[in-house]
């Protein structure tokens, strides 16, 4: 129980601190280009904690299309017209 917490209260403060990154970065940075970044940043430490923990990490071609299909319609364009509406 106290590990869903934990997990739970991780994902909100991230979330919830999303705006506040958006907000202090736009301007300074092309909203382009913070998308990069963000989702950059997030595949190195997912691969990274994907190979601590020895997770498999190989997909078929159909997999990989799918997950760039999904990525590019609900993540980055997402957040790409979030960054444009800030």
């Known amino acids: 129980k ?3 917490f934990a ?3 991780i ?6 601190t999303t705006w506040l990154a ?8 092309a909203p382009e280009l913070s998308v990069v970044y963000r989702f950059g940043l997030a595949s190195i430490l997912l691969t990274t904690y994907c190979l ?4 498999r990490l190989r997909f078929t071609h159909r997999e990989h299309g ?3 299909l999904q ?7 997402n957040y790409y017209l979030v960054y444009l509406a800030t």
């Open 22 to 29: 958006i907000k202090f970065q736009l301007g300074v940075v």
């Open 66 to 68: 799918l997950m760039a």
């Open 2 to 4: 106290t590990m869903k």
């Open 7 to 9: 997990l739970y209260f």
């Open 11 to 16: 994902t909100v403060l991230i979330w919830g």
């Open 52 to 55: 601590l923990r020895k997770v």
């Open 71 to 77: 990525g590019l319609l609900l993540f980055s364009s």
